[in-house]
């Protein structure tokens, strides 16, 4: 064999090992995702709508989302994206609680846009 044979398929052998090494971490985080959806998860769509899980149809494939009290949505199970963890919340209640306390808050000045000089027009003397 000729050292391109052995190098392509060295290549094509890498390829194949990484093609079911992803496959199986994106299967591992799906089986993830699916243990964390449980009705009173908070939960957020593909399409960016967050709520709380009410319930989940296995068999007809819908999510009910509270996305406010009394007001709820049914959505398809495959669009539930992700779940919200504490910890997120608790970087943002930080984050607030930082501003609330005097940290300086850096304000953008709007200022009015410069005059465009006036066009005239050129006559011939």
Do not use: C, Y
């Amino acid at each position: 064999m000729d050292p391109l044979t052995i190098v392509m398929l060295g290549v094509l052998a890498l390829l194949i090992f990484f093609m079911f090494r992803n496959s199986r971490k994106r299967k591992q985080d799906l089986e993830l995702l699916q243990e964390k959806m449980v009705p009173g998860a908070e939960v957020m769509t593909n399409f960016g709508l967050f709520g709380t899980l009410v319930s989940i149809d296995d068999e007809a494939n819908v999510a009910t989302i509270e996305t406010s009290p009394g007001s709820t949505v049914r959505v398809h199970r495959q669009t539930l994206a992700r779940v919200i963890e504490d910890d997120v919340a608790i970087e943002e209640d930080a984050a607030e609680e930082m501003t609330a306390e005097g940290a300086p808050v850096v304000e953008a000045s709007v200022e009015a846009p410069a005059e465009k000089p006036k066009r005239t027009k050129k006559t011939e003397s």
